[in-house]
């Protein structure tokens, strides 16, 4: 492979092919995929939409911690808004395989805008419970269950080439860590001014932007092949088509890890602002926004990548760097170093979690690309209740610093143990890449001129 992480002359398979070369560089090479109207359209109006997200889940974690006071009900929030995910994912993959993607993305952002206004009015008439917040974050789960599978299948089809898809996921990963970056610094202000209310209203506002792009955009018919079978059919066969391969198995395996014993930080994240540094909720949106700067900057970096070639191996070094940067956040008493390491913690996140997207969506048939997807949210966010959950009573016991701890600790491991397996992993991604005919984004396209075979179903 070559140093840029390009690729050589000598990697291209040796079979009868056709080669175009088209080079990119720079900004221009960073943000290609935006030259698609398609593409432009959802990334304005996601845009808007994310800035919105990211202001009512630091508010509704602030609002849980409010009217509780309590670590393990905190956690007990963020394990009913995501187990939804985790029961439901693998019928919401097949649905997304059969379904009009756009449709079910129309009508998951209309639910969301209902879930988040309600909220406010509750907030904003000051008769919220907790019961409240558990019921529609339970409400808002249900619709994410169907939306996430939905929404990361969708971006292939509004790409027209499917060399800028390494490019289109990466920049969704920008897109979603600037909004991580700006939405709870606005959120904490917003919530120290006038409450979390206002921070409810304007989520559910900023929802007509992303239904807006939606509608207005242009998408060719798409052929449905998962049509065929009844629904466990469906399921079986995506269970089976994601365990009999070794690159989809492992990064799932590993980002289940992660959600179980990593990603608990977010909801720790009140206590650490609020008991451990000795601040409020603008604490609470400096430690949040300095993780999205982190973020942002590591999707930024997988943008400009020229090829999925290699992007393996990014995966435990940046899970070992995520474990590195919750060990010092536990550690930290100071502010400002608990802001450069929660940039540490989140560029580390981001780059494993892209990687991961990025060699899923690569690798996988189209007529799979749902249910693929919806095991990718499974693990990603499907687990986290759980984690959320085991952090919030575990640090009910020990303390969210040693809680913290431990989970970097772990994180660490399952990044030494997917290392070991980098060789045969490298391999079976090369054979994957080879067989779909996709070789990177770098401008360098490989067709095959013989005849691909698939694997069975099943």
Same mark, same amino acid.
């Given at each position: 492979?070559?140093?840029?992480?390009?690729?050589?002359?000598?990697?291209?398979?040796?079979?009868?092919?056709?080669?175009?070369?088209?080079?990119?560089?720079?900004?221009?090479? &960073?943000? =290609?995929?935006?030259?698609?109207?398609?593409? =432009?359209?959802?990334?304005?109006?996601?845009?808007?939409? %994310?800035?919105?997200?990211?202001?009512?889940?630091?508010?509704?974690?602030?609002?849980?911690?409010?009217?509780?006071?309590?670590?393990?009900?905190?956690?007990? $929030? @963020? !394990?009913?808004?995501?187990?939804?995910? !985790?029961?439901?994912?693998?019928?919401?993959?097949?649905?997304?395989?059969?379904?009009?993607? =756009?449709?079910?993305?129309?009508?998951?952002?209309?639910? +969301?805008?209902?879930?988040?206004?309600?909220?406010?009015?509750?907030?904003?008439?000051?008769? $919220?419970?907790?019961?409240?917040?558990?019921?529609?974050?339970?409400?808002?789960? %249900?619709?994410?269950? %169907?939306?996430?599978?939905?929404?990361?299948?969708?971006?292939?089809?509004?790409?027209?080439?499917?060399? *800028?898809?390494?490019?289109?996921?990466?920049?969704?990963?920008?897109?979603?860590?600037?909004?991580?970056?700006?939405?709870?610094?606005?959120?904490?202000?917003?919530?120290?001014?006038?409450?979390?209310?206002?921070?409810?209203?304007?989520?559910?506002?900023?929802?007509?932007?992303?239904?807006?792009?939606?509608?207005?955009?242009?998408?060719?018919?798409?052929?449905?092949?998962?049509?065929?079978?009844?629904? #466990?059919?469906?399921?079986?066969?995506?269970?089976?088509?994601?365990? @009999?391969?070794?690159?989809?198995?492992?990064?799932? /395996?590993?980002?289940?890890?992660? +959600?179980?014993?990593?990603?608990?930080?977010?909801?720790?994240?009140?206590?650490?602002?609020?008991?451990?540094?000795?601040?409020?909720?603008?604490?609470?949106?400096?430690?949040?926004?300095?993780?999205? %700067?982190?973020? #942002?900057?590591?999707? /930024?970096? /997988?943008?400009?990548?020229? +090829?999925?070639?290699?992007?393996?191996?990014?995966?435990?070094?940046?899970?070992?760097?995520?474990?590195?940067?919750?060990?010092?956040?536990?550690?930290?008493?100071?502010?400002?170093?608990? #802001?450069?390491?929660?940039?540490?913690?989140?560029?580390?996140?981001?780059?494993?979690?892209? +990687?991961?997207? &990025?060699?899923?969506?690569?690798?996988?048939? *189209?007529?799979?690309?749902?249910?693929?997807?919806? #095991?990718?949210?499974?693990?990603?966010?499907?687990?986290?209740?759980?984690?959320?959950?085991? @952090?919030?009573?575990?640090?009910?016991?020990? @303390?969210?610093?040693?809680?913290?701890?431990?989970?970097?600790?772990?994180?660490?491991?399952?990044?030494?143990?997917?290392?070991?397996? /980098?060789?045969?992993?490298?391999?079976?991604?090369?054979?994957?890449?080879?067989? &779909?005919?996709?070789?990177?984004?770098?401008?360098?396209?490989?067709?095959?001129?013989?005849?691909?075979?698939?694997?069975?179903?099943?």
């Amino acid at each position: 492979m070559a140093e840029d992480g390009g690729i050589s002359e000598e990697e291209i398979p040796n079979r009868p092919t056709r080669m175009t070369f088209r080079p990119l560089a720079g900004a221009k090479h &960073t943000l =290609r995929t935006l030259r698609y109207r398609n593409y =432009r359209l959802f990334f304005g109006g996601q845009g808007i939409s %994310l800035i919105g997200t990211w202001m009512q889940r630091i508010a509704m974690s602030w609002l849980a911690y409010r009217l509780t006071n309590s670590v393990f009900l905190l956690g007990i $929030v @963020g !394990f009913l808004g995501q187990i939804p995910t !985790f029961v439901l994912s693998p019928l919401a993959g097949v649905l997304a395989d059969r379904w009009n993607r =756009r449709q079910v993305l129309v009508i998951t952002q209309i639910l +969301s805008m209902v879930q988040a206004l309600v909220l406010a009015v509750l907030v904003l008439t000051g008769t $919220v419970q907790i019961w409240h917040v558990m019921v529609l974050a339970v409400f808002l789960g %249900l619709i994410n269950a %169907l939306d996430v599978p939905a929404r990361q299948a969708f971006v292939v089809e509004m790409i027209e080439k499917r060399e *800028d898809l390494v490019n289109a996921i990466a920049l969704n990963s920008a897109l979603f860590n600037g909004a991580r970056l700006l939405g709870p610094s606005i959120a904490g202000v917003l919530i120290a001014a006038v409450g979390e209310g206002w921070c409810f209203l304007l989520n559910g506002l900023s929802y007509i932007a992303v239904i807006a792009a939606l509608v207005a955009m242009r998408i060719l018919p798409r052929k449905a092949d998962g049509n065929r079978g009844n629904m #466990l059919h469906g399921i079986r066969e995506g269970f089976a088509y994601a365990i @009999g391969l070794a690159p989809i198995r492992s990064v799932l /395996l590993l980002l289940s890890l992660i +959600s179980l014993v990593g990603m608990p930080y977010t909801i720790l994240m009140p206590v650490f602002a609020r008991d451990i540094l000795g601040g409020g909720p603008h604490t609470l949106g400096f430690l949040m926004g300095a993780m999205g %700067l982190g973020a #942002l900057v590591g999707a /930024l970096y /997988l943008a400009s990548r020229r +090829s999925v070639l290699g992007v393996e191996r990014n995966i435990p070094v940046a899970a070992a760097v995520f474990g590195i940067g919750l060990i010092g956040v536990s550690l930290s008493r100071v502010l400002a170093v608990s #802001l450069a390491l929660m940039m540490v913690t989140g560029f580390g996140m981001m780059v494993q979690m892209a +990687s991961s997207n &990025t060699l899923l969506q690569t690798i996988v048939d *189209d007529d799979k690309r749902g249910r693929v997807m919806s #095991l990718y949210a499974m693990a990603f966010m499907g687990v986290a209740p759980f984690g959320s959950l085991l @952090g919030g009573a575990v640090a009910d016991k020990i @303390g969210a610093p040693h809680t913290l701890l431990a989970g970097g600790v772990c994180c660490i491991f399952g990044a030494a143990l997917l290392a070991r397996q /980098l060789p045969v992993f490298h391999e079976a991604v090369r054979r994957a890449t080879e067989k &779909t005919g996709f070789i990177g984004d770098a401008g360098i396209r490989v067709e095959a001129a013989t005849e691909l075979v698939k694997p069975p179903p099943g």
